[in-house]
Structures are given as C-alpha cells and as structure tokens.
C-alpha cells in the first residue's frame, strides 16, 4: 500500500496503513478496496486518525491508557477508560487485536530494546516496557488472544471486552501474591490498588477456615505437614499457596483435580484453554507442586471435558453475579424508579460497575 499510495503522490502515514493492513486480514483486494475508501474519506491524505474513524478503531492514546492502568493494577481506573471507550463507535475484536500488537512490541522492545514499528506511540511503548514484567507481557498477551476469541460468545461485546481486561487483571502475579499473604495471616505484600479479587470467594472461604485453625505458619508448610491430599474442595486453597505466577497460574486456575496419589497427581483441564498447555508452564506447576508438598511427584494434565468449575471459573461467575447485584439494586432503588416513572427514563445498564 505505500508502495502504491507513493508512485500516486498520495500523503500517508505509516501507521494509518498498518491499521488497514490489519483490517484487510491477509487479502490484498481488500487492502486495496479500505485504501481506496481512505483516501476518499481522508480528502485525498491516508492519516492514522481518519483510517480510525473509518474502520471504527479506537485511539491509540485511548488503548495505551488501559495499559498505563494495567501496568498500575488500578481496576477501577481501568473500567472507567473502558467505560469512555463505550460511548465511541468501535470494533472491540480490532482493540483486543490491537492491544496484543502493542504486548508484542513491549515484548520486542524488553527483548532487544528497538521497536519494530517507530511511531508516535513508541516513547509510551517504552516506559510501558520498563514497568510491566517480561511475564506479565506474555500473560496479557495470552489473555487479549483468548478474549478476542470469546468475543464470539460473549452476549455483549462491551461486556466481553471489558471481562478480558478484567482477567489481566485478576491473574497479575502481584495480585495472586497479595491474595496468599493475606490468606497466611500477615505474611509481608506490596499493596495494590485494583479491587478485582485475584482468587474465587470460594479460595477465600477454604483458606478463611485454615486460618481460623491457626494460620501462623504459611499455607505450604501447613499443607506439607499434614499430607493434606488434593481434592476439588481445597484445590483453589493448594493453588494460593503455590509460588507460581503468570501464565503457569492461569494454567492452574484453569485446571480442576482428578487424583491425587503418593507419587502422582492428575488435573484435567476443558478443550477451549487447552492452549496453556505449553511444556514450560506444565514443568512449573509441576515444580511448584513438588516444592508446595515437599516430595518428588509427577504432575499429568489431561484434556477433557470434565463438566466442573475451576478457580478460574468460579472468579468470572461471581463477577457475574456481583455484576447482576449491582443492576438489580440499582432498579430497585426508590430514586432511580422515581426518575424512571417521572421522566420516562431508561437504565443504561452497560453503565452500571458493582463496588
């Protein structure tokens, strides 16, 4: 397309062409077909703002700003820049699409220390780069694919948007370490802001009753000690006492007990996150397994479809569910019907977030 828009004489940016590139998906005749309508669209000049506007993409500042949030842990920060975002006209499957390129250029820039694409939102690349960790990159990146391919399920685009952020969020390491200092009793955490739980209110209430039993040793001494075997009923309790973090925790988390025996212990894990299953993450979890029981057992992951709630589903329901709380109070609350039956008014329900 450069080539094409310089022997015409035709103004461009670089990056406007890379966002029609995208759009185009691999097919040239389309690329030619967008490029066309952009230069019609943009008078006769193919800039990165009109191409935006165009194909419905969301501004770069707008998408680097979730990652600035991100980068803080700040949840609530995030769903108010997603709730901006909302009132634009745009395509949530091309941001998600875009926020993995830009973790693939953090990536490239931690890696080498170059940005494969220089643009005007290289220099936030690489501040964003010096404070979000190698793993955290590869973990959001893995997240941003699986979410846009949820997106196909999700009942709302907003929502599933908006949940794939919110599952960055969940499985930051800083957030899983936090949630098991705080479940052994003191143990020292770097605070953080985000308000998204990073473990099932069902982790907390398994880990609130070995605390009530007297959590002043750590959750993997205590589990050692006891020979405490792993079953569905304190498998999100064992996963918060495990030292792991990043993309072997969301293996984890996705996981749900099949057996546990002296010398093995076997997970199963559903067909659509089998993707996690890289060696690397299985020899980890494996490793923090052994370590968590202090014995030198084997770990076997199988691929099946085993009908059961994993920690990892157990978080997004209750989301869910605190999500249909905060709907349910809000239409039941005596000011809100008032302005309902006075000004024949609606409930603009995408805009309602639980505390």
């Given at each position: 397309m450069e080539k094409i828009l310089a022997a015409e004489g035709i103004d461009y940016d670089a990056a406007a062409c890379r966002l029609l590139a995208?759009?185009?998906?691999?097919?040239?005749?389309?690329?030619?077909?967008?490029?066309?309508?952009?230069?019609?669209?943009?008078?006769?000049?193919?800039?990165?703002?009109?191409?935006?506007?165009?194909?419905?993409?969301?501004?770069?500042?707008?998408?680097?700003?979730?990652?600035?949030?991100?980068?803080?842990?700040?949840?609530a920060g995030i769903l108010e820049r997603a709730g901006r975002l909302a009132e634009q006209q745009h395509d949530y499957a091309a941001a998600l699409a875009e926020i993995a390129g830009y973790l693939f250029r953090i990536a490239v820039i931690q890696t080498i220390d170059s940005d494969p694409e220089e643009d005007m939102a290289s220099e936030r690349l690489r501040e964003l780069a010096g404070r979000i960790s190698a793993e955290d990159v590869q973990l959001y990146y893995q997240i941003a694919l699986q979410g846009r391919?949820?997106?196909?399920?999700?009942?709302?685009?907003?929502?599933?948007?908006?949940?794939?952020?919110?599952?960055?969020?969940?499985?930051?390491p800083d957030e899983a370490s936090a949630a098991q200092a705080g479940r052994s009793a003191g143990t020292a955490a770097r605070p953080v802001q985000a308000k998204v739980p990073a473990q099932p209110a069902a982790a907390a209430r398994s880990a609130g009753s070995t605390a009530a039993a007297g959590a002043t040793a750590d959750n993997?001494?205590?589990?050692?000690?006891?020979?405490?075997?792993?079953?569905?009923?304190?498998?999100?309790?064992?996963?918060?006492?495990?030292?792991?973090?990043?993309?072997?925790?969301?293996?984890?988390?996705?996981?749900?007990?099949?057996?546990?025996?002296?010398?093995?212990?076997?997970?199963?894990?559903?067909?659509?996150?089998?993707?996690?299953?890289?060696?690397?993450?299985?020899?980890?979890?494996?490793?923090?397994?052994?370590?968590?029981?202090?014995t030198q057992l084997k770990l076997v992951i199988s691929v099946e479809d085993h009908g059961r709630e994993s920690p990892a589903d157990a978080l997004l329901r209750e989301a869910d569910e605190r999500q249909r709380e905060a709907v349910q109070a809000v239409e039941q609350d005596p000011v809100v019907q008032a302005m309902l039956e006075t000004f024949d008014a609606e409930i603009d329900h995408n805009s309602i977030q639980p505390k």
């Open positions: 995208r759009a185009a998906d691999g097919s040239l005749r389309d690329a030619l077909s967008l490029m066309d309508q952009a230069i019609a669209f943009g008078d006769d000049h193919v800039a990165e703002a009109p191409v935006r506007e165009m194909l419905g993409t969301l501004d770069s500042g707008a998408l680097l700003d979730l990652l600035d949030r991100l980068a803080a842990a700040d949840g391919r949820d997106l196909a399920m999700t009942p709302d685009p907003r929502i599933g948007f908006e949940m794939t952020l919110v599952r960055m969020l969940a499985f930051r993997t001494t205590a589990a050692a000690d006891s020979g405490q075997p792993l079953t569905a009923d304190n498998w999100a309790q064992i996963l918060a006492g495990l030292d792991i973090s990043g993309l072997a925790r969301q293996l984890a988390s996705h996981c749900v007990p099949k057996s546990h025996s002296d010398n093995k212990i076997e997970l199963a894990i559903a067909l659509p996150h089998a993707p996690l299953l890289e060696t690397t993450q299985q020899e980890r979890l494996q490793a923090a397994l052994r370590q968590y029981y202090d």
